[in-house]
């Protein structure tokens, strides 16, 4: 029996975001950006984890440009994020499937938060006139 299917990640995006929803640090900032158009997010999400762990390629999107779209996110939301998915694998999947999830979590938040943080960085220096470095 394979650890990851599509419907152990159909039933872990549906818990985990009806997490999200209610979770007072990360309920309003996903609230203001998806506001009731949870049902094709929660597809894209489906498709996202697809791709992820089933190398389905059904996930058609920008993640890094999403989320440098959300001024306000910073490590402390990141962390939660983190906290609730391992939270929700862990109550979704075996212990095997679970942490290949949060594995993967994790590399994908780090990459998220460098982007994010590189991309402020860099509209910082261009807002304050200082140049930044241009390679290539």
Request: net charge neutral.
């Amino acid at each position: 029996m394979p650890l990851v299917t599509e419907s152990i990640i159909a039933e872990l995006v549906d818990d985990f975001y009806g997490k999200i929803r209610i979770d007072p640090l990360l309920g309003p900032i996903f609230a203001s950006a998806i506001g009731d158009n949870w049902g094709p997010h929660l597809h894209k999400m489906k498709a996202f984890w697809s791709t992820v762990m089933l190398a389905s390629r059904t996930y058609k999107g920008n993640p890094m440009v999403a989320h440098m779209n959300l001024p306000q996110l910073t490590c402390e939301h990141f962390n939660r994020w983190l906290g609730l998915w391992r939270q929700t694998t862990t109550e979704i999947c075996s212990e095997p499937a679970a942490s290949l999830f949060v594995r993967k979590a994790e590399m994908i938040g780090e990459r998220l938060l460098a982007g994010i943080s590189a991309y402020r960085d860099a509209l910082n220096d261009s807002a304050s006139g200082n140049p930044t470095l241009q390679t290539g």
